[in-house]
């Protein structure tokens, strides 16, 4: 009996320790000076938006054990994001990417043009973090990372305020589908490879994990979009995350710091208008 009564105590001590948020770990974010001067502008304007500020703010309420940096560069040429050692970069060309798939106005399905811009930049951050989390938090992670990351980044958005959140998930789908319909030839076999989702694949995960969470927030963008064998099932799918979530992730959060940031408005207005893209000058 007592050795029940130890075990017990022992569990209860371990339990206790699982939910007690591990000493704050800060994040440090820097705009490194691009080397490309095309890259000059989206420096400029990120810098003078105090975006990585933002971001900082944003995940203050995440405790990690480690500091975490976060950086905005030039990645010669290669637009893209990553996380590894620590330090998540976003390159200046995937910035670049998302500018130059950029509308001029206000798409037919009601997308604005800065939230084309915003949507999945803060979608790529959240991503990149989430793979941040699971390293430094040790979070077991079932089926492809790549996928995990994305619902992360899926939950964190869809936890904002309701206004934030169909603008993040409706700027993100905007840049997937842009990015699936860009491709001009079929996907080679080799393709399928990659690590990653498909772009259109992302871009129906993302609808079905926004439509499981609000089918009333959702409805128009998801119904007619996904196929109904799908839909059917994006509820359970949406549950499945929050299990998961609320299992490996929460315990780390500062829940009251969480509740007041993601009820502040965190994207600029919608009518934002950007500058268009400088057309790089031809080399002579
Ligand atoms: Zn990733």
């Given at each position: 009996?007592?050795?029940?009564?130890?075990?017990?105590?022992?569990?209860?001590?371990?339990?206790?320790?699982?939910?007690?948020?591990?000493?704050?770990?800060?994040?440090?974010?820097?705009?490194?000076?691009?080397?490309?001067?095309?890259?000059?502008?989206?420096?400029?304007?990120?810098?003078?938006?105090?975006?990585?500020?933002?971001?900082?703010?944003?995940?203050?309420?995440?405790?990690?054990?480690?500091?975490?940096?976060?950086?905005?560069?030039?990645?010669?040429?290669?637009?893209?994001?990553?996380?590894?050692?620590?330090?998540?970069?976003?390159?200046?060309?995937y910035v670049d990417?998302?500018?130059?798939?950029?509308?001029?106005?206000?798409?037919?399905?009601?997308?604005?043009?800065?939230?084309?811009l915003v949507g999945p930049l803060f979608d790529t951050c959240l991503h990149e973090f989430a793979h941040a989390l699971f390293d430094m938090l040790?979070?077991?992670?079932?089926?492809?990372?790549?996928?995990?990351?994305?619902?992360?980044?899926?939950?964190?958005?869809?936890?904002?305020?309701?206004s934030e959140a169909r603008r993040l998930i409706a700027g993100t789908s905007y840049a997937y589908k842009t990015e699936a319909e860009a491709a001009t030839a079929p996907f080679t076999v080799k393709q399928f490879a990659d690590a990653h989702g498909t772009p259109a694949q992302r871009f129906y995960n993302l609808l079905c994990i926004a439509y499981g969470a609000d089918p009333q927030l959702f409805g128009d963008m998801a119904e007619t979009v996904l196929p109904k064998e799908r839909a059917e099932d994006c509820n359970d799918e949406y549950r499945q995350l929050v299990y998961a979530y609320e299992k490996l992730i929460r315990p780390h959060i500062d829940q009251d710091l969480a509740n007041k940031l993601f009820d502040k408005s965190w994207l600029p207005d919608a009518t934002t208008g950007m500058p268009r893209r400088p057309v790089p000058a031809q080399p002579k």
């Open positions: 009996m007592k050795a029940v009564l130890a075990l017990v105590i022992a569990w209860t001590v371990l339990a206790l320790e699982m939910v007690t948020p591990a000493p704050a770990g800060e994040v440090s974010v820097s705009y490194v000076p691009p080397r490309n001067p095309a890259h000059q502008p989206i420096f400029e304007q990120l810098k003078e938006n105090r975006f990585l500020e933002k971001l900082q703010e944003f995940v203050s309420p995440f405790r990690l054990p480690r500091t975490l940096l976060v950086r905005l560069e030039g990645c010669d040429g290669d637009p893209n994001a990553s996380y590894g050692n620590d330090t998540i970069v976003v390159c200046y060309e990417e998302l500018w130059k798939a950029m509308p001029a106005e206000t798409t037919t399905a009601g997308v604005a043009p800065i939230d084309t040790q979070v077991p992670v079932l089926g492809r990372e790549e996928d995990a990351a994305d619902q992360v980044s899926a939950y964190i958005m869809l936890h904002l305020g309701k």
